[in-house]
Nanobody, 125 residues
Framework: QVQLVESGGGLVQPGGSLRLSCAAS????????MGWYRQAPGRQRELVAAITSGGTTNYADSVKGRFAISRDDAKNTVYLQMNALKPEDTAVYYC???????????????????WGKGTLVTVSS
C-alpha cells in the first residue's frame, strides 16, 4: 500500500513562484513515474509535468520554460518548481505515480496508479 501526500499550495501573486512537493510513503515499492496533473474549475484534468525513474521529463506546452519537475529518490519525493505564475495556472494540483514492486528489466513493466488528494494553487492579485 502506497500513499501520496502533496504540499506547498497556496495563494501567490502573478509573476510569483511556488514549489509543490509530493512524498510517497509505504514499503516494498518502486516508483516508475511520478508527475503532476491539474484541474481548474470547469476544465478537464490535464498533465502538467512528469518524470520517470530514468530522469526523462515531459511538460505541458503551457508551462514549458516556467515550471521544472525534479525528484529526490532518497526521500521518494517529487517537486514542481513553478515560476512566473499566471492566473491561468490557478487549479487544484494532483500528484500521480505509477508504482510497481521492482525495477523494470526491459521495455515493459507493471504497476498501479496512485493519486494524491490535491493541493490548491491560486494565482491572483
Amino acid at each position: 500500500q502506497v500513499q501520496l501526500v502533496e504540499s506547498g499550495g497556496g495563494l501567490v501573486q502573478p509573476g510569483g513562484s511556488l514549489r509543490l512537493s509530493c512524498a510517497a510513503s509505504g514499503s516494498g515499492f518502486y516508483i516508475h513515474v511520478m508527475g503532476w496533473y491539474r484541474q481548474a474549475p470547469g476544465r478537464q484534468r490535464e498533465l502538467v509535468a512528469a518524470i520517470t525513474s530514468g530522469g526523462t521529463t515531459n511538460y505541458a506546452d503551457s508551462v514549458k520554460g516556467r515550471f521544472a519537475i525534479s525528484r529526490d529518490d532518497a526521500k521518494n519525493t517529487v517537486y514542481l518548481q513553478m515560476n512566473a505564475l499566471k492566473p491561468e495556472d490557478t487549479a487544484v494540483y494532483y500528484c500521480s505515480a505509477y508504482i510497481g514492486s521492482s525495477p523494470p528489466e526491459g521495455p515493459y513493466y507493471s504497476g498501479l496508479d496512485y493519486w494524491g488528494k490535491g493541493t490548491l494553487v491560486t494565482v491572483s492579485s
